[in-house]
């Protein structure tokens, strides 16, 4: 199927912007574009009529416009998982007085579609339409761990092991021994490696046909987890996950 260019240009000029490039000028998106500034004009001009981009009138540099905000809140109204999930993070949040995360695979990371935000702990990363390296997350490990060895070797091609914190996992072979650690303690966890300071425990969450489709997560002081701290609330978030599974369809085998 051909590949139309402008749609293509248009789309990438968009995934320009991010968190530390929230307004760039022409000359910055031609530059990093390699396209004439008359062509990225072009763009910008039909992206900003239907509201995609906005302009600021001040500096004259472009951004995201709020048609993204609106047409993302439209596709996280209709996402069941998230609706299915919210009473149950916001209940896990109250009960611990922690932050908690509802988190889905997307390519190789993973992306923030629910957060409750906790008391006890202010997580700075993590957001909304965030997304987050699966090596250096817990929510991320644990999603992966799922896959099998195959499933896991082909994910893992040209994966970049960029280090977010000292801690950061930074390669193949420690990736893999600690899934293997995740695979067999049931959750897994996040030990500085995303942002210092900031331990985050997390589990999977399944499916009507036990498929693993998205992993909630908690975030904790590093400076209060202990074995028991650990183990207590590990209980409570696998408790939580088993009841977003079972309101999803999946019927948990009894022993």
Excluded: W
């Excluded at 248009?10 to 022409?26: C, N, P, T, V, W």
């Amino acid at each position: 199927m051909p590949i139309i260019q402008s749609v293509e240009r248009a789309l990438k000029i968009m995934d320009l912007f991010d968190e530390r490039e929230r307004e760039l000028s022409i000359t910055e998106i031609s530059k990093r574009m390699n396209l004439h500034k008359s062509t990225v004009h072009s763009l910008l001009k039909t992206l900003q009529e239907q509201r995609y981009i906005s302009q600021n009138e001040e500096n004259g540099k472009y951004r995201l416009g709020l048609k993204l905000f609106e047409r993302g809140n439209m596709v996280l109204s209709n996402f069941d998982l998230r609706k299915v999930a919210r009473k149950h993070l916001e209940r896990l949040s109250a009960t611990t007085n922690l932050t908690v995360h509802l988190v889905i695979l997307d390519g190789q990371e993973g992306v923030y579609i629910d957060k409750v935000e906790g008391s006890g702990v202010t997580v700075l990363y993590s957001r909304i339409g965030r997304r987050v390296p699966v090596h250096t997350s817990a929510v991320g490990k644990s999603l992966i761990s799922t896959k099998t060895d195959a499933e896991l070797g082909q994910f893992l091609k040209n994966y970049q092991y960029t280090r977010q914190t000292p801690k950061s996992i930074s390669s193949k072979e420690e990736l893999l021994a600690e899934i293997n650690h995740v695979r067999m303690a049931g959750y897994s966890v996040d030990n500085e490696e995303n942002e210092p300071g900031i331990v985050c425990f997390a589990v999977p969450i399944k499916d009507y046909s036990g498929k693993v489709i998205a992993g909630i997560s908690m975030s904790m002081p590093a400076t209060k987890v202990t074995d028991e701290i650990r183990e207590h609330y590990v209980g409570i978030l696998k408790d939580c996950s088993n009841s977003i599974s079972q309101d999803l369809g999946y019927e948990y085998q009894k022993i």
